[in-house]
Structure formats: C-alpha cells, structure tokens
C-alpha cells in the first residue's frame, strides 16, 4: 500500500530556510500535496504540486519533486515565527478532489527568535 | 470565506456508547471525507462519500463505523460501540470533485473512557 515518511522535527531560527523533507512509495500518485496544522486547528494546504512537475514555486514557498527517487521537499524561504506548525505531506492517486489522501507523520517546525 | 464546520469540538464517551460526530460540509461540496489521527499518528483515511453512498473506505472503517448525510448540508460519522482505542482526532473534509484541494475542518477530538 500507499507509504509516506516524513522526519519529525525540524528547528530554525528566524529568518532562515526551512527544508521539510518527505519520501512516498506509490509511483502511481498523480498530487503531491503540503498541508500546515496549527495548534487546535484543521489541516491547511498549502500548495501542492503534479507528479509531472519538478518544482513549483509560490511566494516564500519552493517546492521540489524528484519523482525516480519519489522524494518530495518543501523550502520555506525567510522562516518566520508564525510558520511554526506540523507540517504534513500527503499524496493521492487519480485527483485530489475525489480521491482519498495518504498522508505522512507531520513534521514539526519550531522556528527560534 | 467558506470553511467546513464540525460539532463537538471534544466529545468524551464511556467504552462502549454510541457517539455521532457532526461536520457541515462548504454548501456547494459534492465529495465528503472523513480521516482521523491518534495522538502522535499519522492523519488516517476513514471513508469517501459521493452520491449518498460511500465511494471508498479503509480497513479500519469496520461495521462499528458509518456516516450519513441526513439532510443537504450535515455530514455525520457514527460510531456504534466505542472503543478505546478510538479514542482520535477526527477530520472532515469535503470538496467539489474539480479542484486539488480538500478543505478540512477543525475537527472533533473523541476521548474513550
């Protein structure tokens, strides 16, 4: 079945890059999304990107997908505090609009003054 | 802006009641979703629904589990005996089927005793 990996943790200080990374095991999976949890809120996404794509970017977030490896990576440019949240990476197969979504552990970005 | 509402924000249940969990759905929404996350899990898919049936449910949505839109704008998850293991954050999403996005509420903690 569908698998998606993502590390837990990730600390920055303010100002810098943030790299959350993400790994995904069905070559079928046509979307790629990042989706941002605040505390006691619901799932927002962010962006998302084709599997025929390689990048994609939109204002202070770059996304990039490397599909032979099936990695995905989210680059937030000039981290700001308000960008700490669970950061999640989720896929589906067909569209996103009917189809069901697998989503990886989250990866928690605290980002440090 | 539109969003997808759900009630109760924390429900707390005895082992072995029966709970409904409720979500409003954006009114013009044609596909309705329902995913969970234990605490420190991964955000998990439950079941799709289109149509008023269901299009397509995960191994954990057993015969404890159903959902029902009793009217045109409120989606609801049943769950028939608790367990406590059960015991999750639970997610409604809906969209329209022609965009890439699921927009998710902010869901119903469920705490099993």
């Known amino acids: 079945g569908e698998d998606v990996e993502q590390s837990l943790f990730l600390s920055v200080r303010e100002g810098d890059s943030s790299v959350i990374n993400c790994t995904y095991t069905?070559?079928?999976?046509?979307?790629l999304y990042w989706y941002k949890q605040e505390p006691g809120a619901g799932l927002q996404l962010l962006t998302y990107?084709?599997?025929?794509?390689d990048m994609k970017q939109d204002q202070r977030l770059t996304v990039l997908l490397n599909k032979k490896d099936k990695h995905l990576s989210l680059r937030i440019a000039d981290t700001q505090t308000g960008d700490s949240a669970i950061y999640f990476c989720?896929?589906?197969?067909?569209?996103?609009?009917?189809?069901?979504?697998?989503f990886g552990t989250g990866t928690q970005l605290k980002v440090e003054l | 802006e539109p969003e997808v509402t759900q009630t109760p924000s924390h429900q707390v249940t005895q082992m072995g009641q029966e709970v409904i969990l409720r979500c409003v759905p954006i009114?013009?929404?044609?596909?309705f979703y329902w995913y969970r996350q234990i605490l420190g899990q991964k955000v998990e898919f439950l079941v799709s629904?289109?149509?008023?049936?269901?299009?397509?449910k995960s191994e954990i949505f057993d015969d404890q589990f159903s959902v029902e839109r009793p009217d045109g704008s409120n989606f609801t998850l049943k769950i028939r005996s608790t367990k406590l293991e059960d015991s999750a954050m639970y997610f409604c999403?809906?969209?329209?089927?022609?965009?890439?996005?699921?927009?998710f509420g902010p869901g119903t903690r469920l705490t099993v005793t």
């Open positions: 999403a809906s969209s329209d089927g022609t965009e890439y996005e699921q927009y």
């Open positions: 069905d070559s079928s999976s046509t979307y």
């Open positions: 990107i084709f599997s025929n794509m």
């Open positions: 989720a896929e589906s197969g067909v569209t996103g609009g009917g189809n069901k979504l697998t």
């Open positions: 009114s013009n929404h044609l596909y």
């Open positions: 629904f289109y149509n008023n049936e269901i299009s397509e």
